[in-house]
């Protein structure tokens, strides 16, 4: 408050504008850090966030990342005094409708359903009527009424609770010991609502060596052995962060599936869905998996809490398996064409083992591997006609330029000025993110999961109108000092002609220095 010239006090307005960046807002108002974060904002409380990717967004878009309702946010800022301005509804673009829209009666109970979950009603009465009214409804039917629940603005938060009815239709609640077993000896699982014929066509693929598909089933029958074991040692007082930590390799799986498979079924199928809720998901079990680690890496940590979170976390997990064997796999199955599974595999031989599952060769497979092998070697040892790059610096073979590009101590992406995928080098250290091949061609912002493509769109929406001609942001990976930096190009007039991205392992820097006096 201040006072006048009568020496009476004013209540001074607060006014927060939510057109403005988080940077902005905490800058000018910093008690609004705690209170976005007890939203569920957990990143604003660091620094460093908001230096680098605060000023990139606004509440609304960290919101739309983190599923958190923009109501409840304008709530809490007015409950705390605060004037809100600059709020309006969403106007980001909604995905296109898919080619064949579920029967309208299907969309309405569905919605009726989440209306009936966010009114309190429980998840075990909302499962049954679930279960009694789709258990013959096709399951592309159900993702794409997901889908036009998501183009109609339903928070995805919302269409998330839908994915734990889901399971209702998989299976009964039973023993861990007993979903092993059922797994492990390979009984055939009931695959609901899938396209015609295929439920021959998934159990066709999986009895295919080193098919793509028969590895993701491998891998999820690894992380029902590794949950049942975390569960066995929690309830017989044993070591339960050591088994925590192994069955948190299904990071691997899921990677791969974030990578490979949810991008292809957006992108190439008009199946938006899975990319929508399922990689969310996935991302908050990673989540929870690392928090827990932390948290039981301490002494004292493993109290009662923690040792109910990670019973919490062992229950989503497995439900996940689940969603993948019964939904999202045989929906690949019914969608990808061969050319496309023998893209994942190739692809797929860049990510590490997940949970000790060795793929064996796939004959068709390896036979675009090795085409691919010898196109590379062909061009190197120039027995084909080699192009010649002729610049402004000099001039280079394609296969100079191309050694050249693999031999920066960086990764580097190049994103044409239409959003497209056109380049990834391929360094010959280790990469910290991986690129599939798959991805060139596609739009960027498919590549990443729902809470990261807000940021990559207002990043990118900055360096083509100029705002800024670069971006870092810093950040730890795999407990090493790591520098990510998008790069506007420009061609000789000034035009933007795309977006380049390098990554930089700085551990080395860090290190050298620290050690300095």
């Known amino acids: ?131 009694s009214r789709f258990k013959d409804v096709p399951a592309n039917d159900i993702m794409r009424a997901e889908q036009e629940l998501i183009g109609e603005g339903q928070s995805v938060n919302d269409v998330k609770k839908l994915c734990d ?46 098919h793509p598909l028969q590895v993701l089933y491998r891998e999820n029958d690894a992380i029902v052995e590794a949950l049942a074991a975390v569960q066995r040692t929690l309830d017989e007082g044993g070591d339960v962060a050591a088994m925590l930590l192994r069955a948190s390799g299904l990071s691997v799986h899921y990677a791969k599936k974030g990578d490979l498979i949810y991008p292809l079924l957006k992108t190439k199928h008009g199946i938006y869905g899975p990319s929508q809720v399922m990689w969310t998901i996935d991302d908050e079990i990673r989540s929870e998996f690392s928090s827990l680690l932390r948290l039981g890496a301490k002494d004292g940590g493993r109290d009662d809490e923690w040792k109910n979170r990670v019973r919490n976390l062992i229950g989503r997990a ?82 100079q330029l191309t050694a050249l590009l693999d031999t920066l101590p960086m990764e580097v992406t190049f994103v044409d000025a239409g959003n497209i995928n056109r380049y990834f080098n391929q360094p010959f250290s280790a990469k910290v993110f991986n690129r599939p091949l798959s991805a060139l061609g596609r739009e960027v912002f498919s590549c990443h999961p729902p ?46 002609v795309g977006t380049m991205e390098t990554v930089q392992d700085m551990e080395e820097a860090r290190k050298h220095f620290s050690a300095k006096p």
């Open 165 to 210: 009815v889901h399971s209702a239709l998989f299976h009964k609640k039973q023993e861990v010991n007993d979903l092993h077993h059922d797994l492990h000896h390979g009984q055939e699982e009931m695959m609901v609502g899938q396209a015609a014929g295929s439920r021959d066509k998934t159990a066709a693929l999986r009895a295919v060596a080193g």
């Open 1 to 131: 408050m201040n006072k006048n010239r009568n020496n009476t006090y004013i209540i001074m307005e607060k006014k927060i504008d939510l057109t403005q960046t988080v940077y902005q807002l905490t800058q000018a108002h910093p008690e609004i850090i705690d209170i976005l974060a007890a939203l569920g904002f957990s990143e604003i409380k660091k620094k460093t966030i908001r230096l680098s990717v605060g000023k990139l967004m606004t509440i609304h878009q960290g919101a739309s990342m983190r599923g958190i309702s923009m109501e409840a946010v304008v709530g809490a800022l007015r409950d705390n005094g605060f004037t809100v301005v600059g709020y309006g509804p969403q106007t980001d673009e909604q995905p296109s409708k898919a080619e064949q829209a579920p029967a309208a009666d299907t969309t309405s109970e569905i919605k009726q359903m989440l209306k009936r979950l966010n009114e309190g009603e429980s998840l075990e009465s909302v499962r049954a009527d679930f279960v």
């Open 451 to 496: 809470k990261i493509e807000p940021m990559v769109r207002a990043i990118i929406a900055d360096l083509r109108s100029g705002k800024r001609n670069s971006v870092s942001v810093w950040m730890e990976k795999n407990q090493r000092a790591t520098l990510v930096t998008y790069h506007a190009v420009r061609d000789s007039h000034g035009q933007y």
């Open 318 to 399: 497995h439900e996940m398996t689940f969603k993948e064997n019964r939904i999202l796999f045989p929906v690949c199955t019914a969608n990808f064409t061969d050319e496309e599974w023998r893209q994942i595999y190739v692809d797929s031989k860049a990510y590490p083992t997940c949970l000790d599952v060795e793929g064996e060769p796939w004959q068709d497979g390896e036979a675009l591997l090795m085409a691919e092998k010898d196109k590379h070697s062909a061009s190197e040892d120039g027995t084909t006609d080699e192009l010649r790059v002729d610049m402004p610096g000099g001039s280079l073979t394609l296969s």
